[in-house]
Nanobody, 124 residues
Framework: QVQLVESGGGLVQTGGSLRLSCAAS????????MGWFRQAPGKEREFVTV????????AYADVVKGRFTISRDNAKNTVYLQMNSLKPEDTAVYYC?????????????????WGQGTQVTVSS
């Protein structure tokens, strides 16, 4: 069982930056691919980014490439999402996710564990 707790959300102006953190419980953190999804009001939850457990391979949704960076610290059981050049359309609840396989983590069905979510609001 893995428990995920996000932090770092908030209100920021267009063009600003935020850094989200996700702390994971359990001794097998490094064996999980970790990712972030987001869900805006009235929309489906969508994939944002994922990072593999050991090699640190990453993948990003096209809409955030070049602006968002995912990283992880396996010693601290924590994954981060650095968000720069934020836009109003980035406004959403951001969810931390954990899954066994990076190749399937871009789909909701590939996620084994979810965090409770943290709100990110970008004002225009």
């Amino acid at each position: 069982q893995v428990q995920l707790v996000e932090s770092g959300g908030g209100l920021v102006q267009t063009g600003g930056s935020l850094r989200l953190s996700c702390a994971a419980s359990g001794r097998t953190f490094s064996t999980y691919a970790m990712g972030w999804f987001r869900q805006a009001p009235g929309k489906e939850r969508e994939f944002v980014t994922v990072i593999s457990g050991i090699s640190g391979s990453t993948a990003y949704a096209d809409v955030v490439k070049g602006r968002f960076t995912i990283s992880r610290d396996n010693a601290k059981n924590t994954v981060y999402l650095q968000m720069n050049s934020l836009k109003p359309e980035d406004t959403a609840v951001y969810y931390c996710a954990a899954g066994k396989y990076i190749l399937t983590m871009s789909k909701i069905g590939g996620v084994d564990y979810w965090g409770q979510g943290t709100q990110v609001t970008v004002s225009s």
